[in-house]
């Protein structure tokens, strides 16, 4: 497993690197790096403004890098918008999520920390919570797990469940002010008002376990709606609690 000390040379090579590639117009910081809250588990975040629309080229030539002289031994992409998130896996188990995307897209996006080290970003992007998504996620959540559980698909239906409970985990944290993404924040919630969730933890596959956590995240997201559209909870509400209460 990778140290404190392994991480932090790898991330100096990293950024170094940045500096002497006249294609990279301009970097930063971003995760628990940049939030100020990096521990001995936390991995690398680097986010990379690329000119002249070299960004397939940089990319590619940084994968190289990686894998030849910090010793990648895999990696996977997520393309969100302008940008390319390029996460390799070290040797020693340390994680290096990278981020190209042109440099006249270079800025913070959405209430991720975001730690300039050189260059110029644009403006921050405002982080907008689709209420009415979430919303539409969670009741196809709910029909899903209820069918699941009728058809006897346990697995599958322990999967919407906790789609359900993680969304609605999501609209928690939008709501008091966290970053929702992944559940970023859903540790530093206050009790009262996740504890509702703790019964909508499966724990078996039996029928009736199935049915009882259903109804436990059901319950917990109509709630949590009120707080956000209570004219849409009013209508799903009921409708919802009939069907896995039946």
Not at 22 to 42: F, M, N, P, Q, V
Not at 76 to 104: H, I, K, M, N, Q
Not at 153 to 170: G, K, V
Request: glycine share 8%; net charge negative; hydrophobic share 40%.
């Amino acid at each position: 497993m990778f140290t404190s000390d392994s991480r932090a040379n790898v991330r100096r090579r990293l950024i170094e690197g940045a500096h002497g590639d006249s294609r990279i117009t301009a970097a930063a910081l971003t995760g628990s790096a940049a939030h100020k809250t990096e521990d001995a588990w936390s991995d690398i975040d680097l986010f990379l403004g690329v000119s002249g629309g070299a960004t397939a080229e940089v990319l590619n030539d940084w994968t190289g890098y990686l894998y030849d002289e910090l010793g990648a031994v895999h990696h996977f992409d997520l393309v969100a918008g302008p940008a390319t998130y390029r996460a390799f896996l070290l040797d020693d188990l340390l994680e290096v999520d990278l981020g190209f995307t042109p440099a006249s897209a270079f800025g913070p996006v959405g209430d991720g920390a975001f730690e300039v080290l050189f260059g110029q970003g644009v403006d921050r992007k405002p982080a907008v919570t689709d209420t009415d998504h979430l919303a539409g996620r969670c009741w196809h959540h709910v029909l899903h797990a209820y069918v699941c559980i009728q058809r006897s698909a346990a697995w599958q239906a322990e999967y919407w469940i906790s789609a359900l409970r993680d969304n609605t985990l999501t609209l928690m944290s939008h709501r008091l002010g966290h970053p929702g993404d992944h559940l970023k924040s859903a540790d530093r919630l206050p009790v009262e008002a996740s504890s509702p969730l703790r019964e909508a933890l499966v724990r078996s596959l039996d029928h009736p376990e199935l049915s009882r956590a259903l109804g436990s995240a059901t319950h917990a997201f109509v709630a949590e709606l009120r707080h956000h559209d209570a004219r849409l909870a009013a209508v799903l509400g009921p409708r919802l609690s009939d069907l896995v209460n039946g």
